[in-house]
Each structure stands twice: as structure tokens, then as C-alpha cells.
């Protein structure tokens, strides 16, 4: 309430005491239009022959760039999932006990079961391997591109080997 009382008072001091030559001295006018910077912008590169879109040439793929985009795709197919798994267990007819013994009469193989076994493991322990190492880079360690590229074999390594050990469980 008292901040609303003195409003007024605020202004008619910075008025009086400014004038209103101040903000018309100090103004800067309004600059071109967007368009017409773009237009200056696609003629000054066609001029030097720049590419229309310099993701097509400047930007190639690397692997710190490849592990942050399969660190969303995980983070969206974990959440995925989880939520379909959650939603099966209330809708199916049955316990997980009968869903079991329906898989083992199915009679599938080692070497199948432990391939879908890793490739369950695998999105999680990737998921949580590279989650670790962002952590990491929000304390501010080992952000050089040497030790970004290190730190994302090791990631994939460790997430290989977890996941196998996992999958052999």
C-alpha cells in the first residue's frame, strides 16, 4: 500500500528533476526492419559464398553431439516405458507371476532372452552413465573438448559392460 502511495511522489520527482528532454536526448531510433536485415544479411553472404545454412557445412556430427541426443532419446523411452509398463499392469488380466510363466512356455533361448534382457539394460544404464557425466560437467570438470570426447567412450563403455552384467544376472 505504501509503495502505491509513493509512486506518484517517485514521479513527479524524476520529472521534475529530469525533464522530459532527457529521455528524448537519449533515445536511439528505431533501426531497420527485419526484413531488411535479413536481406542485408543473405547478400553480404551470398557475396563472400557463404552456405544458405551453415549447419549443412560447418557443423559435423561428433560424438559428444551424438551422446547428448541419445540422452534424450533414452530419457523419452525410459519415461515411455515405465509408463506403459504401468499402464499393462492395470489393464492386463492377470498377475506378473502368469505373464512370466507365459514367457518361459514361449520356450525362447538364451541367447534370445539375455539379448532382450541387454537391450532392456542398455537404455537405462546409458541413461544413467550419461546423467552421471552431466552432473559432472555442471561442477565444471572436464569440460575441454579432449576430456568431452574421453568422458563419452568411457560412458559408452561403462554402459556396454553394466548392461552386459546385467543382462547376465
Not at 526484413?35 to 560424438?63: C, F, Q
Not at 525410459?78 to 504401468?86: E, M
Request: hydrophobic share 50%; with cysteine.
Amino acid at each position: 500500500m505504501a509503495a502505491l502511495l509513493w509512486r506518484p511522489v517517485g514521479r513527479y520527482g524524476l520529472r521534475g528533476r529530469l525533464g522530459p528532454q532527457l529521455c528524448i536526448r537519449h533515445a536511439v531510433p528505431l533501426g531497420t526492419s527485419a526484413k531488411e536485415d535479413m536481406e542485408r544479411y543473405r547478400n553480404k553472404s551470398a557475396g563472400l559464398n557463404r552456405p544458405i545454412s551453415p549447419h549443412v557445412t560447418i557443423h559435423s556430427w561428433s560424438l559428444p553431439m551424438a551422446m547428448s541426443i541419445s540422452h534424450r532419446a533414452t530419457g523419452i523411452a525410459l519415461s515411455a516405458g515405465v509408463s506403459l509398463f504401468g499402464l499393462s499392469a492395470l489393464l492386463l488380466p492377470g498377475t506378473f507371476e502368469s505373464h512370466l510363466e507365459l514367457v518361459k512356455a514361449l520356450c525362447l533361448g538364451p541367447v534370445l532372452i539375455h539379448s532382450a534382457k541387454f537391450a532392456l539394460a542398455f537404455p537405462f544404464m546409458f541413461h544413467t552413465w550419461n546423467g552421471i557425466q552431466h552432473l559432472m560437467w555442471d561442477l565444471g570438470r572436464g569440460l575441454t573438448t579432449p576430456q568431452v570426447t574421453r568422458s563419452a567412450v568411457a560412458v559408452l563403455v561403462l554402459s556396454v559392460l553394466s548392461s552386459a552384467g546385467l543382462a547376465a544376472l
